[in-house]
């Protein structure tokens, strides 16, 4: 296997993430009822970085974020030897009326979003949700379902795998990479 | 690397289960409880499954419970209890599951008098089998529930004494709470008349005493159990009254206010109130009673989920 190709160094994914932050605060600042929810496992990491950055920025906003897990609306139950194992949801306030923002680190096939978003319904009935990825793969997509803020488009081939390694899976430094599956 | 799934098709009794087992169940268990303080308190994850609740024998607590958790999680149910069944005309159980079987059922639940009568149905049909209480054997989901419930309060049950009292020959949750406590590493003490302690139950490396009063200074939670009239042979008298039997084994106010630290109260439940437990005890500040009652729903769905995730999907 050839060695996975870094896309996002820990510097490059600092500037993407600011960026985020910033496109985050010229949509919804001043944050009235606006709600960030991390999808489990892997968009809670990123959620966290972005709460940092936002919370550097304008240190006195009103931050209120949960997670959210999709795995009991996932559409791939019992369909082959996956097991799904549930991770935990929190959602802190009834979403009636909320602007919602979820999170997530790649932008896959669109599955789980969708069993996210039916996930989040179970909670009231959001004023609008939008989504924030940090990595957007444009032409694997299955169903229906664009982000509305993307750190970086990249369109590479099925078989490749794009991931995130955040500091907190023990690895050195946060970085994007590309590896052959 | 977490386990990702149970290492038996069934349940049938705790003995199946490894601690891991147990601690699939119990994550899984803390992601139903939240699902279950929802707005709206219901998963889709098991919408084309159908589970066939068969209860040979009465119940009422473990059939809500179980039925409430399966509608929880999209389940199709059917329910069926033997009182008003072809049981009654002489159909045997392997003929009465496989006719219900064949309406496309994917899972059974079944409560039967007879211990082994799951285990004998797992031999004989290729369905998921879950144990709700088979005779005086086993009754898994309640033992999970327990020590889920001891779980929440203590953190981890390792090195915590659990003292479980009264009719223990009789009891399916002994055996099942028992294995279970052991398997996550508490300890436990059985306490009750001589008569309803089973002789060689040392053996299960369980500490035995007879004096409820020095039992109770010794446990940090205790388990009381109902006599099961039921299961005892009217021509045997395994204890003079059901007076005598109160005033040496009852759990009251009073000898609570004996022990030195506050310890847990539970009860799987029905209540027979003055007999095994005081009213003022049993709807005490101790008592986590209700607790177990809710956190059953939970456990249930788990075990279901997970058993679920086994069956493939017909393409």
């Known amino acids: 296997m050839s060695r996975p190709k870094i896309l996002m160094n820990q510097d490059l994914l600092e500037v993407v993430i600011q960026r985020l932050c910033y496109q985050l605060i010229e949509r919804y600042s001043p944050f009235d009822q606006v709600v960030f929810i991390g999808i489990q496992p892997r968009g809670v990491f990123l959620l966290t970085e972005l709460e940092k950055q936002i919370k550097r920025i304008v240190p006195d906003i009103p931050w209120i974020s949960g997670v959210v897990d999709p795995t009991f609306y996932r559409d791939d139950f019992r369909r082959g030897d996956k097991q799904l194992l549930a991770h935990t949801t929190k959602i802190p306030v009834h979403l009636d009326g909320c602007k919602v923002v979820l999170v997530d680190d790649v932008l896959y096939t669109g599955r789980t979003i969708r069993a996210s978003l039916e996930a989040l319904m179970e909670y009231g009935r959001p004023e609008s949700i939008d989504l924030l990825v940090l990595i957007n793969r444009k032409f694997t997509r299955q169903v229906p379902i664009e982000p509305a803020f993307v750190g970086k488009s990249i369109d590479q081939y099925d078989r490749q795998k794009v991931k995130v390694l955040w500091q907190k899976d023990g690895e050195g430094e946060n970085q994007v990479v590309l590896s052959q599956e | ?315």
């Open chain 2, 1 to 315: 690397m977490t386990k990702d799934q149970l290492s038996t098709p069934h349940l049938l009794g705790i003995k199946d289960l490894t601690a891991e087992d147990i601690a699939l169940i119990f994550r899984h268990a803390d992601e139903f409880k939240e699902v279950l303080q929802r707005p709206i308190k219901k998963v889709p994850s098991l919408r084309d499954i159908t589970i066939a609740n068969l209860f040979f024998e009465n119940s009422t607590r473990t059939r809500l419970s179980f039925e409430l958790a399966q509608k929880r999680l999209s389940a199709d149910v059917v329910n069926f209890s033997a009182s008003t069944s072809s049981v009654k005309k002489g159909e045997t159980l392997v003929d009465t599951v496989n006719n219900i079987l064949a309406m496309k059922v994917d899972m059974v639940v079944m409560r039967h008098a007879s211990p082994g009568a799951c285990i004998f149905l797992s031999q004989h049909v290729d369905v998921p089998i879950i144990n709700a209480g088979d005779g005086t054997h086993e009754h898994p989901t309640q033992a999970l529930l327990d020590a889920f419930s001891l779980r929440e309060k203590f953190g981890k049950l390792k090195g915590k004494k659990v003292l479980i009292v009264g009719d223990i020959t009789h009891s399916r949750v002994a055996l099942s709470n028992i294995d279970c406590l052991q398997k996550l590493g508490a300890e436990v003490m059985v306490c009750g008349p001589a008569t309803m302690i089973p002789k060689h139950l040392g053996q299960l490396g369980v500490h035995i005493e007879h004096d409820f009063d020095t039992a109770l200074q010794w446990c940090d939670a205790v388990n009381m159990l109902r006599i099961q009239l039921e299961r005892q042979e009217a021509s045997v008298r395994f204890f003079p009254t059901l007076r005598e039997y109160s005033l040496q084994y009852g759990l009251t106010a009073d000898r609570l206010k004996k022990v030195k630290k506050d310890i847990l109260i539970m009860h799987p439940g029905p209540i027979n109130r003055g007999v095994e437990i005081s009213s003022d005890v049993a709807d005490g500040s101790q008592s986590i009673i209700l607790d177990q009652v809710e956190n059953g729903v939970a456990i249930r769905m788990a075990v279901i989920y997970l058993l679920a995730q086994k069956i493939q999907r017909s393409q």
